[in-house]
């Protein structure tokens, strides 16, 4: 099948989000001026370079998450793993603004080392980051989607030695839990590895 997704699919729900799939879940935590704090999972979010570190999130609409972020200059990207899915799904919750969703969750926020938002106490690993963008992307017709990409550099992870092995970090001792489309979701129960080919003249 094709369809334009402007003049609609015709099939039961848009399977937009089920091809982009499986995308990393940022379970980001912040802190506003006023010290309330936000926790809420984005299925929007990935890492855009590996020099300097930088991940992004994108919200849809300007909440809490974006707003707290954009005023502190600062977030936390938690691990989401398969032990913790249902806590981050209870924090997806729409509270009201300045409902703290870590007790509501009923998680543990750790004061981090470098930024003054907190991370989950519980999460697997965590990325302290620095805000470096706030981006407001438009659409073909020059509108503004209505959407905050939120950028931060890495400035401290966190990891839990009980995910290590060998050195490095297991991600399926971890259980990494991807969004999927629809109300689906994945968990890293096995990996393969692969060598990038070099090119030869031969």
Not at 69 to 76: D, L, Q, T
Not at 114 to 122: C, I, M, N, S, T
Request: charged share 20%; hydrophobic share 40%.
């Amino acid at each position: 099948m094709f369809y334009e997704p402007a003049k609609g699919h015709g099939l039961p729900h848009d399977p937009f989000k089920a091809i982009v799939a499986p995308r990393p879940i940022g379970w980001i935590s912040t802190r506003n001026a006023a010290g309330e704090l936000n926790l809420s999972p984005y299925s929007f979010f990935n890492a855009i370079s590996s020099n300097p570190h930088l991940v992004w999130f994108s919200s849809e609409g300007a909440k809490d998450s974006a707003t707290f972020a954009r005023e502190s200059g600062e977030f936390v990207a938690n691990l989401v793993s398969r032990d913790l899915v249902e806590q981050m799904n209870a924090s997806s919750v729409d509270a009201p603004r300045g409902t703290s969703e870590f007790g509501y969750a009923g998680l543990t926020p750790e004061p981090s080392r470098l930024v003054a938002a907190p991370r989950v106490k519980e999460a697997h690993a965590a990325l302290e980051c620095r805000v470096t963008d706030v981006l407001e992307p438009q659409g073909l017709d020059g509108n503004s989607a209505g959407v905050f990409v939120v950028i931060g550099e890495v400035v401290g992870v966190h990891i839990d030695e009980a995910v290590m092995t060998d050195g490095l970090f297991d991600i399926v001792k971890a259980g990494n839990v991807a969004r999927l489309g629809y109300m689906d979701y994945s968990a890293v129960t096995e990996t393969f590895a692969m060598r990038r080919p070099r090119w030869t003249k031969d």
